[in-house]
Each structure stands twice: as structure tokens, then as C-alpha cells.
T-cell receptor
């Protein structure tokens, strides 16, 4: 499994942009990069995923480095509801048959949002 | 639409006992995965089931077992409970068994072993 490095914690003020970094230098060429978040007392929830190109959805944007060894999750305007642990999870490309359908979580980044 | 549901929400057991946790996936989802989350850590993969067959197992002892029923619901069984089994047990469902498929997690069952 590709190992990831994320900061243990980050802080932001409400309505400011947040950039959550992740290093995944051992990622396979066909691994996707998934981001999930876990709000307090809840199960994880999907945020976004991508392969090579930058991706946008209603929740966030994902910027993927050209060499794919790192990525950044961007929350354009943080709200108090965005306070959560954010997990970066590479995996599941077609040449990693053993990881299909599974997510290997690290410790993630605890995001604190101040009003 | 109902999300992934798990029962019970909380459970207290003593060492050596057996526990069964239940999960109902989102309607139409055929893949169910189980995860264990110890306090302060990320979830750890235990099992994946797809179309009632085990598709993968994480690094957990044989005391852990699971099955998937024809309606795609699933049970996780843990025998001979240890104190270290105290954790939040999460179930996730997805349409198929490909990992680029989004996984939808339930709220979890919090197990305390005394």
C-alpha cells in the first residue's frame, strides 16, 4: 500500500480557504487518490477522488502534483461543519488487485475551524 | 434514501464473550466492507464481501469472521473477545467492488470489552 504523510493538525478561520496537503511518494502509477473525512462521532464520508487531473466537486477541489507524489485538498471557504479528520488514501488502481474495494486509512489531519 | 445502517449502536461485553454486529447497505449496493477504528487512529480494514463472497481480509486474527446474506446485509462476528477489541466498528457499502467506487459508511457500532 502507498504510504501517506499528512500533518497531524491544521487550523483555519471560518470562510477562509484551507489547503490540506498529502505526500504519497510511493503511489502506483494507476492508483487513485481518495479523500475522506470523518466528523466527530460519525463514520467517514467521501469527499473527492482523482487520478491525474485536478478535480472539483461541490465539496472541495483536489490538486494533484504532476509527478503524482503529492496532492492537496482545497476547501474554498471553510465552515464550522468542515471541522473533521481528513484522510488521504491512495489505492485501488487496476494493477493493485489486492486493494480493490478497500481503503487503507492513516491517521489523517485534524482540521479545526475557528469562528 | 436510507444510508448504511448498523446495529446495535453501542455494546458492552466481557472478555471471552462473543459478539455479532449487523450492517444493512444502501439499497442496490452489493459490496460491504468492515473496518475497526481504535480511539485516536484511522479505520483499519477487516473484511470485504461482494455478492456474498469474501473478496479480501485484513490483518486480523481468525477470531474475526463475517458473512453476507442474499439481501446483501452483513454480519461481523468476533469470538473470544479481548480488551483490545474495544473499538468503533464501521461498515461501508459500495455499488461494486472496485476501490474507485465511493464507499458509504454507517455510523458504526461502539464496542466496549471489559
Amino acid at each position: 500500500d502507498a504510504k501517506t504523510t499528512q500533518p497531524n493538525s491544521m487550523e483555519s478561520n471560518e470562510e477562509e480557504p484551507v489547503h490540506l496537503p498529502c505526500n504519497h511518494s510511493t503511489i502506483s502509477g494507476t492508483d487513485y487518490i481518495h479523500w475522506y473525512r470523518q466528523l466527530p462521532s460519525q463514520g467517514p464520508e467521501y469527499v473527492i477522488h482523482g487520478l491525474t487531473s485536478n478535480v472539483n466537486n461541490r465539496m472541495a477541489s483536489l490538486a494533484i502534483a504532476e509527478d503524482r507524489k503529492s496532492s492537496t485538498l482545497i476547501l474554498h471557504r471553510a465552515t464550522l461543519r468542515d471541522a473533521a479528520v481528513y484522510y488521504c488514501i491512495p489505492g485501488g488502481g487496476p494493477d493493485r488487485g489486492s486493494t480493490l474495494g478497500r481503503l487503507y486509512f492513516g491517521r489523517g489531519t485534524q482540521l479545526t475551524v475557528w469562528p | 434514501d436510507a444510508g448504511v445502517t448498523q446495529s446495535p449502536t453501542h455494546l458492552i461485553k466481557t472478555r471471552g464473550q462473543h459478539v455479532t454486529l449487523r450492517c444493512s447497505p444502501i439499497s442496490g449496493h452489493k459490496s460491504v466492507s468492515w473496518y475497526q477504528q481504535v480511539l485516536g487512529q484511522g479505520p483499519q480494514f477487516i473484511f470485504q464481501y461482494y455478492e456474498k463472497e469474501e473478496r479480501g481480509r485484513g490483518n486480523f486474527p481468525d477470531r474475526f469472521s463475517a458473512r453476507q446474506f442474499p439481501n446483501y446485509s452483513s454480519e461481523l462476528n468476533v469470538n473470544a473477545l479481548l480488551l483490545g477489541d474495544s473499538a468503533l466498528y464501521l461498515c461501508a457499502s459500495s455499488l461494486d467492488s472496485w476501490s474507485q467506487e465511493t464507499q458509504y459508511f454507517g455510523p458504526g457500532t461502539r464496542l466496549l470489552v471489559l
